[in-house]
């Protein structure tokens, strides 16, 4: 059964897309930690990002890192933090995060609340800003 991420990449779920290519996808998490956190997904279905082949692996952190740098361009933020954490979606991600302060970057915070327009201000802001 696909995994809602994959569902997301095939069309079925709308989301606010950064980016994409052959392998790769990105796009703006709905439960934001701060403006701009954004997930970096494999479109191969792999549940732990460790068992992915390495070719993947090289390629899914060379795209997140021109989303990172797009991010750091595009919100205001001291750096972008990137986690790999996710268990409760069984298909390998990477959480980038834009912070002023470390304590930004707990994944227990409270989400903040973004209208539509403002979901859909950050990720166009962000793609705008890809390299």
Known sequence: MATIFTKIIEGQIPCYKIAETDNCFAFLDIRPLTKGHTLVIPKK????????EDKLTAELNIFAKAIAKAIDKSVDCKRVGMLVI??????????????????????????????????????????????
Do not use: R
């Open 45 to 52: 279905e792999v549940d732990y990002l460790f068992d992915l």
């Open 86 to 131: 996710g268990t409760e979606v069984p298909h390998a991600h990477i959480h980038l995060i834009p912070f002023n302060k470390e304590t930004e970057l707990n994944i227990k915070n409270k989400p903040i609340e973004l209208s539509v327009e403002e979901f859909k201000t950050v990720a166009q802001k962000i793609s705008s800003n890809i390299e």
